[in-house]
C-alpha cells in the first residue's frame, strides 16, 4: 500500500515533490466555480480557463481529488488532506442545494449557442429527447466521463484519507443518475451510449463494491 513505503532523497522524490508543488498551485475554489454557481451558491473563485470554461467543466475536480488523495497515501501531506475535505464539504453543500442527489460542473450549449447549466439536458434525456453527436450529448461535453472523474475522485478520498462524506455524497449522486436511466427503454440507453460509454460503468461497479 501506498501508506506503507516513503521515498529516500532521489530523483523520484524530488518528481513527487515537484509535483506536489504543482497541486498546491491550484485553486479549488477555481475547481468549484461552476458546481456553486449551478446550485444557486456563490462561486468563491473565479473559473479557471480550456476545458474548465467549456462544457466539460468540473472534470477536473475528481482528477484533482484523486491526485491530493494519492499525494496524501504516498507522502502524509496534511495540506493535501486538507483540501480534500474542504472540497467535499463544497460538495455536500451543492449536492443539498440542488436537493435531488445532483451535483455537476458540467454545461450545455443550446443550439442558439448560449451556454447554460447542463442539468438541463436531463429531463430533455428522460423525455427521450437524445441527441448524440460523437462525444457531444444534448449539447454538453460528455457528461458520463465528466461523472466517471468525479466518482473516482470522490472512492479515493474515502479509500485515502477516511473522509465519511465522500460515499454518501456518491450514493445520492448514483440515485439521481439510476432515475435518469430508469425511464429509458433499452434501445435509448443505447443511444445514450453512441455519446460515451465505459467510464460510468466502472463508477456503478466500484460503488456497489
Not at 466555480?33 to 475528481?62: C, V
Request: charged share 25%; net charge negative.
Amino acid at each position: 500500500p501506498l501508506t506503507d513505503i516513503r521515498l529516500l532523497p532521489s530523483h523520484f522524490l524530488d518528481a513527487v515533490e515537484a509535483n506536489r508543488r504543482y497541486l498546491m498551485s491550484i485553486e479549488p475554489d477555481r475547481l468549484l466555480h461552476n458546481y456553486r454557481k449551478f446550485a444557486g451558491l456563490e462561486p468563491k473563485g473565479e473559473i479557471y480557463g480550456g476545458w474548465e470554461s467549456d462544457t466539460i467543466a468540473g472534470e477536473a475536480l475528481g482528477h484533482y481529488l484523486s491526485a491530493l488523495s494519492l499525494m496524501h497515501a504516498q507522502t502524509g501531506d496534511a495540506e493535501s488532506a486538507q483540501r480534500i475535505h474542504l472540497i467535499i464539504d463544497e460538495l455536500a453543500e451543492v449536492q443539498a442545494a440542488h436537493g435531488d442527489g445532483y451535483v455537476a460542473g458540467f454545461m450545455r450549449r443550446r443550439p442558439s449557442g448560449e451556454i447554460v447549466d447542463g442539468k438541463e439536458i436531463f429531463p430533455e434525456i428522460m423525455r427521450g429527447e437524445i441527441r448524440s453527436a460523437g462525444f457531444d450529448l444534448n449539447g454538453s461535453w460528455v457528461p458520463f466521463y465528466n461523472w466517471h472523474k468525479l466518482f473516482a475522485g470522490l472512492f479515493d478520498a474515502q479509500t485515502y484519507t477516511g473522509n465519511a462524506k465522500a460515499l454518501p455524497i456518491a450514493v445520492a449522486l448514483a440515485g439521481y443518475i439510476d432515475k435518469v436511466f430508469a425511464a429509458l427503454d433499452d434501445r435509448q440507453v443505447q443511444t445514450v451510449l453512441d455519446c460515451e460509454h465505459g467510464g460510468i460503468n466502472e463508477s456503478f461497479a466500484e460503488l456497489y463494491t
